[in-house]
Nanobody, 123 residues
Framework: QVQLVESGGGSVQAGGSLRLSCAIF????????MGWFRQAPGKEREAVAT???????RYADSVKGRFTLSQNTAKNTLYLQMNSLNPEDTAMYYC?????????????????WGQGTQVTVSS
């Protein structure tokens, strides 16, 4: 049973920083791709940043230059460093994982999801 456990959300003022963590339990394979998504009230879930098994990263235009993905050495924990946060970043943030090969960006391309962690940015 694959489980994703997120942590690190919270409340911060505009311009501040947060670091999200996502640990994967239950299964690991070298084909693992992971990503962070977010969903604001009344909006669809959208990709924030993803990383493929080869290490290639992709970021949404809205977070480029502000958010950075990284992994631990074992590649079973994903981090999202979020800097220069603004109120538009307020959302529930979800970690996702998939073990199929190929590009992963859209929600339908990830099979496993965490419970989410809330990020609130006040102006």
């Amino acid at each position: 049973q694959v489980q994703l456990v997120e942590s690190g959300g919270g409340s911060v003022q505009a311009g501040g920083s947060l670091r999200l963590s996502c640990a994967i339990f239950g299964y690991f394979d070298s084909t693992l791709s992971m990503g962070w998504f977010r969903q604001a009230p009344g909006k669809e879930r959208e990709a924030v940043a993803t990383i493929r098994n080869g290490g290639q990263t992709r970021y949404a235009d809205s977070v480029k230059g502000r958010f950075t993905l990284s992994q631990n050495t074992a590649k079973n924990t994903l981090y999202l460093q979020m800097n220069s946060l603004n109120p538009e970043d307020t959302a529930m943030y979800y970690c996702a994982a998939d073990f199929r090969s190929g590009t992963r960006w859209f929600t339908a391309e990830f099979a496993y999801w965490g419970q989410g962690t809330q990020v609130t940015v006040s102006s």
